[in-house]
């Protein structure tokens, strides 16, 4: 059984090597996990020998089956758990993240399979992530980004990639919150910033940075 640190990289290596301009590298692991890289290189060293990553000096880091089967139930019990506090205890979006990374590490799987039952199979968590089944298959992963949208087109925010407190808290100074509807008016050719309208008379500019953090579909 991996300890909760052990748990705790095995997720930060399945996140890194899901997102499209990332890897599993030593130097992002230790970013992700706000550490040093030789106390990261000590860990791999440790989650090899209990066969759950391959690794390398010098190469990105993969998860093995079991490596991969631990991560992934660690964010199914996170995004069950998050659901669960917005929808039953109405915490908001923003508050939910830090309560869930207690909550993800607790080992019991029927409590699990109750808690996503009693939910009634939630597809996705309260940021627009998908919640994988008790087999670990994901629904359909969510890709475009405001980031990659077109002028005079209208999408509406269905989830975000970053979950820090520091872009909550911006997204709660621009208004925009899941189900935000969106106009891009302009795109700077200089930096991608982008004018944008949530509303007839709420007309503002984005970055690109906080653009490529929210999921969109085109309405």
Known sequence: MPSLTE???????????????S??????????????????????????EKELVHYKKYQAVKLT??????????????RL????????LHFGWDEVH????QLEHIQSPQLTNRLEQFLDFPKMDP????????D?????????TLGEAKVNNHYLVIGVKD????????????????????????ISDFDQSMEVNISTDNQFVISHEAAKNLFIKEL
Do not use: C
Request: proline share 4%; no cysteine.
């Open 65 to 78: 089956k079991a490596g991969e089967k631990v991560a992934v139930s660690i964010i199914r019990k996170h």
């Open 23 to 48: 890897k599993a590298t030593t130097n992002a692991i230790a970013d992700k996990m706000e550490t040093k890289a030789s106390s990261v290189t000590d860990m791999l060293k440790r989650l090899k």
């Open 163 to 186: 979950h820090s407190t520091p872009f909550f808290n911006h997204l709660k100074q621009l208004k925009i919150d899941l189900g935000t509807e969106i106009k891009v008016n302009k």
């Open 136 to 144: 670990g298959k994901f629904p359909m992963k969510l890709s475009l």
């Open 98 to 101: 830090d309560i869930a990374e």
């Open 7 to 21: 748990e705790n990289y095995l997720k930060a290596i399945f996140v890194l090597n899901e997102e499209k301009e």
């Open 81 to 88: 758990w998050e659901y669960f506090l917005v929808e039953k």
């Open 127 to 134: 940021h627009g992530d998908p919640i994988p089944d008790k």
